[in-house]
């Protein structure tokens, strides 16, 4: 059980394009729902945490209108890397959690972004 | 006082051998603790986690050992085998504050035969 699919796992593009990755909680509902992003042999760097129906809560540092963060059901969350330049490039994953806090969260398998 | 600070940044062990890695945190608020394993390429996956409440968390060949005085805790792996070749994380987190998990710097495992 708690399995969180993230889709696409890699993806290749162009400088100035924009990129969705999708997050799936596939056998549970998440009410809570982070997103990572992973620099080579770091840790993992919280970037947001979005509950359905709200507006997402970035942390310090993180441009809202470059990480376009929607949850709109309680299975699916997107990010969208908007006009997506070569320093975006990075391991970015998404982790769900179901009810409330004393839960804990489930990874999905990350998504390699690469902007040439 | 958000800091989850992990030791040994690498880790070589002999196949068979006890690998074991150690976690300190100032926060005592956190009341929840798993340790998370990453293979490359992969998202991390939830291995064993433990509350401040019991002092040891024994799962398979994984134990956590929890010394909530010293605030620290440590993860064992007995009679480690190469599969167990990974990245490891601490994490901690305040389950009734903020929620959000804290995690440790990492420590990549390799398992030689």
């Known amino acids: 059980g708690a399995v969180v699919s993230q889709h696409p796992s890699r993806v290749i593009c162009k400088s100035g394009t924009s990129v969705k990755i999708e997050c799936r909680s596939l056998?549970?509902?998440?009410?809570?729902m982070f997103w990572y992003r992973q620099f080579p042999k770091k840790s993992l760097m919280l970037m947001a945490t979005?509950?359905?129906?709200?507006?997402?809560?970035?942390e310090q540092g993180v441009e809202k209108d470059k990480f376009l963060i929607n949850h709109a059901s309680l299975t699916l969350s997107t990010l969208t890397v908007t006009s997506a330049h070569p320093e975006d490039s990075s391991f970015y994953i998404c982790?769900?959690?179901?009810?409330?806090?004393?839960?804990?969260?489930?990874f999905g398998d990350g998504t390699r972004l690469s902007i040439l | 006082q958000q800091q989850v600070k992990q030791s040994p940044q690498s880790l070589i062990v002999q196949k068979g051998g006890i690998s074991i890695i150690n976690c300190a945190y100032e926060?005592?608020?956190?009341?929840?603790f798993p340790w998370y394993q990453q293979f490359p390429g992969k998202g991390p996956a939830l291995l064993i986690a433990?509350?401040?409440?019991?002092s040891e968390k024994k799962e398979g060949r994984f134990t956590i050992s929890f010394n909530k005085s010293a605030k620290q805790f440590s993860l064992h792996i007995m009679d480690s085998q190469p599969g167990d070749s990974a990245t490891y994380f601490c994490?901690?987190?305040?389950?009734?504050?903020?929620?959000?998990?804290?995690f440790g710097t990492g420590t990549r495992l390799t398992i030689i035969p």
């Open positions: 982790s769900a959690r179901s009810g409330l806090g004393n839960q804990p969260q489930h």
């Open positions: 056998d549970f509902q998440a009410t809570t």
């Open positions: 979005s509950n359905e129906g709200s507006k997402a809560t970035y």
């Open positions: 926060n005592t608020a956190f009341d929840y």
């Open positions: 994490a901690a987190i305040n389950n009734f504050g903020n929620e959000k998990l804290t």
């Open positions: 433990i509350r401040p409440d019991v």
